[in-house]
T-cell receptor, first 110, second 114 residues
Framework: GEDVEQSLFLSVREGDSSVINCTYTDSSSTYLYWYKQEPGAGLQLLTYIFSNMDMKQDQRLTVLLNKKDKHLSLRIADTQTGDSAIYFCAERTGGFKTIFGAGTRLFVKA | EAQVTQNPRYLITVTGKKLTVTCSQNMNHEYMSWYRQDPGLGLRQIYYSMNVEVTDKGDVPEGYKVSRKEKRNFPLILESPSPNQTSLYFC?????????????FGEGSRLTVL
């Protein structure tokens, strides 16, 4: 069935780059998303990529999509303590269903 | 301000005592959905609605009910809560016209069933 997998934890030093990886199973995905969840809050869309794109850059964020391997990554350049949060990878499958991964908790050490 | 509002934010209840978590959105979105978030499991969809009077089961609907009598409201009903429904619940909405599928989330409702 449809599944999205991502590692649960990532720890980086302030100023380094963070790379969060995700794999998904549905080859008919139209959109892939990265959502951010800060403590005590709901999820907010960070960025998304359409399935016919390989890369999307938005300021410090770079999203890479390898459709052949069904692999999505989010790179955060110059990671700051304010980037500490849970990052969810998600895919939009056929119809209007969005499948979420378990979330990667990013720790940023000062 | 565009938002999704859930109430209550925190609730402790006992097994079997019916409760309702309300959700309201002010963005005129057609699509609304309920998720539960559990450690290590991410978000799992409970129910969703594509428009008024149109609802359907998600992946984990057992023990829950919903209704969509008005476009802006989508309450989640637990007729007889059990401890395994202790979780963090999120309501979300989205436009079906703007096709990116971006979901707008409420701040969450943390429910504890004793």
């Amino acid at each position: 069935g449809e599944d999205v997998e991502q590692s649960l934890f990532l720890s980086v030093r302030e100023g380094d780059s963070s790379v969060i990886n995700c794999t998904y199973t549905d080859s008919s995905s139209t959109y892939l998303y990265w959502y951010k969840q800060e403590p005590g809050a709901g999820l907010q869309l960070l960025t998304y990529i359409f399935s016919n794109m390989d890369m999307k850059q938005d300021q410090r964020l770079t999203v890479l999509l390898n459709k052949k391997d069904k692999h999505l990554s989010l790179r955060i350049a110059d990671t700051q303590t304010g980037d500490s949060a849970i990052y969810f990878c998600a895919e939009r499958t056929g119809g209007f269903k969005t499948i979420f991964g378990a979330g990667t908790r990013l720790f940023v050490k000062a | 301000e565009a938002q999704v509002t859930q109430n209550p934010r925190y609730l402790i209840t006992v097994t079997g005592k019916k409760l309702t978590v309300t959700c309201s959105q002010n963005m005129n979105h057609e699509y609304m959905s309920w998720y539960r978030q559990d450690p290590g499991l991410g978000l799992r969809q409970i129910y969703y609605s594509m428009n008024v009077e149109v609802t359907d089961k998600g992946d984990v609907p057992e023990g829950y009910k919903v209704s969509r009598k008005e476009k802006r409201n989508f309450p989640l009903i637990l007729e007889s809560p059990s401890p395994n429904q202790t979780s963090l619940y999120f309501c979300a909405s989205s436009s079906l016209i703007r096709n990116t599928g971006e979901l707008f989330f409420g701040e969450g409702s943390r429910l504890t069933v004793l």
